[in-house]
């Protein structure tokens, strides 16, 4: 019965299952997400900016404080834009 | 021609049923396609897992391996802690998931191409985070604007600069999904429009093979962008959600 080709076979798969139950898989999972985040960084960048300008805009349209609100929102999106893409490359204290 | 932003165009299929403030709702392609998705996602899930075999069939595996990703993606990303947010992100990732992929089919709308969707989506998601943060750790949640170890001077700066960066989130996140979606399906267009107007060019009619030809890769390549988008999507819910939990 040693040499039987079945069991030869259903040895080795449960090797397999064994050595792919070892690998963790919070750990693989982690280790995938970071370049999928990486691919789409220049959102974190954009989207600050877009939307801190939009802010400033509306401050101007509704406080008369043009063109002042845009000039200083923009300025505070670039910084928000910058901190977001440092924060999503993995740096989690802004200093 | 016709427009290429013709696709996103969202038309009324009924009459207004009722109207919020002045504004007349309607059955639209828009809600037929999430209404489309939502049916399509829990016949899946319900029927896949009906057999609930110890050894998984096809769909069955499907469905296993669906749940398994996000639920190992959660615990990594946010920790144990977030296994009661798990159910809300899994409903998001396979709903944003079928729109994208319903949207490839053709005269369909991707409902994810449409900011307002990923907008409310989101808001839905920092609704949680913010609730979750404050009741769990009262005022101290506001800490998470305080970035720690910074020189006293540069405080009201950075205050100011985190504030800034916890609001832009949202958007960012929909700005992403939205974008990618709507770029995917406009360069589908135009690859489709070139190869019209290549045929119609005369003898060099048969160089109208090569857009169709980049236009079959685009199509093979907006399926992985539909399904890495959502996965991002799903991710980055998850990264955000560990804020409220772990706070730092």
């Known amino acids: 019965m040693d040499n039987d080709p079945e069991s030869e076979k259903i040895a080795a798969m449960a090797a397999r299952i064994k050595e792919a139950g070892a690998k963790p898989v919070a750990e693989e999972v982690r280790g995938e997400a970071k370049p999928l985040k990486m691919s789409s960084v220049g959102f974190d960048f954009l ?8 802010l400033g805009w509306l401050a101007d349209r509704t406080l008369g404080t043009k063109p002042w609100g845009i000039i200083a929102m923009l300025l505070i999106g670039f910084a928000v834009g910058i901190t977001n893409v440092w924060k999503a490359l993995g740096n989690q204290k802004p200093e | 021609m016709a ?14 049923m009722f109207s919020i403030g002045h504004h007349p709702i309607a059955f639209t392609n828009s809600a037929l396609f999430m209404l489309l998705a939502i049916t399509a996602s829990t016949t899946l899930m319900v029927l896949a897992m009906r057999p609930q075999a110890l050894v998984p069939g096809r769909w069955q595996m499907l469905a296993e391996k669906l749940y398994a990703m996000i639920a190992d993606m959660v615990t990594g990303t946010a920790g144990e802690g977030a296994k009661p947010f798990f159910p809300f992100i899994f409903t ?6 079928f729109c994208n992929i319903f949207g490839m089919l053709p005269h369909s709308l991707a409902v994810t191409s449409h900011i307002l969707i990923n907008i409310a989506i989101a808001f839905s998601l920092f609704a949680i985070i913010l609730i979750t943060g404050f009741v769990r750790h009262g005022v101290h949640f506001l800490q998470l604007f305080v970035p720690p170890g910074a020189p006293k001077f540069m405080l009201p700066f950075l205050v100011v600069i985190e504030l800034f960066s916890f609001l832009v989130r949202p958007f960012s996140l929909s700005i992403r999904l939205f974008a990618n979606m709507l770029a995917g399906h406009i360069l589908l267009g135009v690859f489709a429009g070139m190869t019209v107007s290549l045929l119609a060019a005369g003898w060099l ?26 996965y991002i999507y799903a991710v980055l819910s998850a990264v955000y959600l560990r804020d409220a939990i772990e706070m730092h």
């Open chain 1, 47 to 54: 989207g600050a900016v877009l939307v801190c300008a939009f």
């Open chain 2, 92 to 97: 998001v990732f396979v709903f944003i998931l």
């Open chain 2, 205 to 230: 009619g048969w160089l109208g093979i090569l857009p169709l030809a980049v236009n079959v890769a685009i199509t093979g390549f907006e399926f992985f962008v539909a399904f890495l988008q959502a």
């Open chain 2, 3 to 16: 427009s290429l932003l013709e696709e996103f165009e969202i038309h009324r299929m009924s009459t207004p």
